[in-house]
């Protein structure tokens, strides 16, 4: 399949869902460095698209490139609003790098910002959520 959307998008670059399947892919193969660049190449179509940088993070934070894994976690989830279950991923993954990197203001400044939605988040962002309480000690 993947050989196949990669053929459509050497035709054209407007199509949002093969641009989202490639990259779903490529990062079930973890396969980041393949994913950090299609997904830098997406960006340039389709920068409103929560979900490529969602990839974006993914692929710098396995990459080592924390910096540039929180920047891009922080714009998808500024780009969240009625994706629930986008905008939870963005939020786990933007308190574990939090939590790996010392990063504590930002984090508690996260938790503050969004534990008043607790109720739409699934158990796992809410896990996510009091490990981060313990990690910071309250």
């Not at 892919?25 to 997406?42: D, H, R, T």
């Not at 924390?66 to 279950?85: E, R, V």
């Amino acid at each position: 399949a993947l050989t196949c959307y990669q053929k459509v998008l050497d035709r054209t670059k407007t199509i949002f869902p093969v641009w989202n399947q490639t990259l779903t892919i490529l990062e079930e193969q973890k396969n980041y460095a393949a994913l950090q660049a299609m997904a830098e190449k997406a960006l340039d179509y389709f920068p409103n698209q929560a979900v490529v940088h969602y990839y974006s993070g993914i692929a710098n934070e396995q990459l080592n490139q924390p910096q540039d894994a929180i920047t891009a976690y922080k714009t998808g989830l500024n780009l969240t609003s009625k994706n629930i279950a986008l905008q939870g991923d963005l939020l786990k993954s933007l308190l574990h790098l939090y939590v790996k990197n010392q990063k504590q203001n930002e984090a508690k400044a996260l938790l503050s910002k969004y534990l008043a939605k607790e109720a739409e988040y699934d158990f796992s962002v809410l896990e996510v959520f009091g490990d981060t309480f313990f990690t910071l000690g309250e």
